[in-house]
């Protein structure tokens, strides 16, 4: 089953008549509707009439993560304050966080690109899906919810966390699907042994997995555990949510609904294209959409494209697996983490260095630990443990508060950290995934 033959199905010369008339509409939307695209545009001396072709939308600059976080809240919006109705968050670099405005019609297209997701699965209408991604402000639980009453699954909506309730849900209601982080299936593997239940006999035969990098090794794993086909999906709260691209279980790759997000892969450092099949940067282009269209959104991830038709049938465009980031955002149990977060926390304690370093590791158990390390400055680096014990203390709940994932803080000696003559090793990522 192929949930919109029509557009996931197109001819490959009448998708790019379609992305081409789309980009011309959207691009003078935005020059009309949103100011921050219509000083941008001017400063660039460019106007919709300049795309001709598809390969005129080189022309045009990219859009920035910081340009979200720089115009926090709503200050990227092309439509009144009025005509959103839904509003959802991921972290930001530093300070604020990034924020995307659905209209009812944004979230029409949600649901319909999850639900073509869903149906790429395997999932078919009557199917009981666990929806076990978090709904609040996280895209994940919701963008999944809003797919599945598209195409007509019977959903629980039971969200992130609360994992002997997850086991029990599993194994008392007996749903086919499972949509979570793949780092938390194989946490919940573990979870279910340790409440005497098999995991190899559970009743999920499908799981979605994103919102992180996974390897095709981390696949195997899974899916040896609770026999079941597990599939990649992928998406970024600036575009959509989940529901930019989802593998079918030909796993070659994951299809990109391209007839509504328009996809580049550019050379990060020269930001010319790639040639085809080469790995670089996915830049999306939003093409319907009406709160927040983005126009080139720099995504960071890293991916090749593949459009060869698959063998499910479908002829939309295929990107890897991503494959790295091209700036130093880590994902840690599903959030993202900079750097420069915790720096920023380090800065305004008074007795810390913003010298520091982060170790993360996978636990057996599939669980994310993230330490940090912090030096402390000499004059409050004292043998009094109960003082360095409560600075600890109040620099764990401040990472906590600002990271949204907790960490474990150590505190080092001024000094014993390694400086680095160029860019600071900050981050050591020991995960084998
Ligand atoms: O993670 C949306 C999502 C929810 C995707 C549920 C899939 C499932 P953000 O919080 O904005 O949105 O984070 C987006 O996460 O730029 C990638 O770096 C990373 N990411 C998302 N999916 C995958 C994946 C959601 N399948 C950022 N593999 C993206 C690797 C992924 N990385």
């Known amino acids: 089953m192929i949930f919109n033959q029509k557009f996931e199905c197109m001819p490959p010369g009448k998708l790019k008549a379609l992305q081409l008339e789309r980009l011309k509409a959207i691009t003078a939307y935005i020059d009309k509707d949103c100011p921050f695209y219509q000083k941008r545009l001017a400063e660039a001396g460019l106007h919709a009439k300049d795309i001709k072709s598809l390969s005129d939308i080189q022309k045009f600059p990219l859009t920035l993560k910081d340009d979200l976080r720089n115009n926090y809240p709503y200050g990227m919006l092309s439509v009144p304050l009025s005509k959103i109705i839904e509003t959802h968050v991921s972290s930001g670099t530093t300070g604020n966080p990034t924020v995307v405005g659905y209209t009812a019609e944004d979230i029409d297209l949600w649901s ?9 699965s395997g999932a078919r209408p009557g199917d009981m899906i666990q929806i076990a991604y978090g709904y609040g402000l996280f895209t994940g639980g919701l963008g999944f919810h809003y797919g599945a009453l598209k195409l007509g699954l019977s959903i629980i909506p039971c969200s992130s966390g609360l994992t002997p309730r997850q086991i029990k849900i599993m194994t008392d209601f007996k749903p086919r699907i499972l949509a979570c982080t793949p780092s938390y299936s194989l946490y919940m593997a573990e979870a279910a042994r340790e409440a005497g239940i098999d995991p190899f006999k559970s009743s999920w035969q499908i799981g979605i997995f994103g919102a992180e990098p996974w390897s095709v090794n981390m696949r195997t794993e899974i899916e040896k555990v609770w026999n079941m086909t597990a599939l990649d999906i992928y998406g970024l709260c600036e575009i959509i949510g989940p529901g930019v691209a989802m593998e079918c279980p030909c796993k070659t790759g994951l299809h990109l609904f391209s007839d509504v997000f328009y996809p580049e892969i ?3 450092d020269t930001g010319k294209e790639v040639p085809e099949g080469q790995p670089g940067m996915l830049v999306l282009t939003t093409l319907t959409k009406t709160g927040m269209p983005l126009l080139r959104y720099a995504t960071r991830d890293i991916v090749s ?5 698959c063998a499910c049938g479908r002829t939309s465009p295929r990107i890897s697996k991503i494959q790295g980031r091209t700036d130093d955002m880590l994902i840690v149990r599903g959030v993202n983490v900079f750097p420069s977060q915790i720096e920023q926390v380090l800065l305004n304690i008074e007795e810390t260095q913003p010298h520091y370093q982060l170790i993360v590791d996978r636990k057996p158990n599939g669980m994310d ?3 940090v390390l912090v030096e402390v400055k000499e004059q409050f680096f004292s043998d009094e443990l109960k003082k360095l014990e409560a600075l600890e203390d109040t620099i764990k709940k401040q990472i906590e508060a600002v ?4 960490a474990s803080v150590r505190l080092v000696e001024p000094k014993s950290i390694a400086r680095s003559e160029g860019k600071a090793k900050r981050v050591i990522d020991k995960r084998n995934i």
């Open 112 to 120: 319909e690109v999850m639900a073509r997701s869903l149906c790429l």
């Open 305 to 309: 494209i593949n459009r060869e038709p």
């Open 266 to 268: 550019i050379d990060p």
């Open 403 to 406: 990271l949204g994932v907790g």
């Open 369 to 371: 630990e993230l330490e």
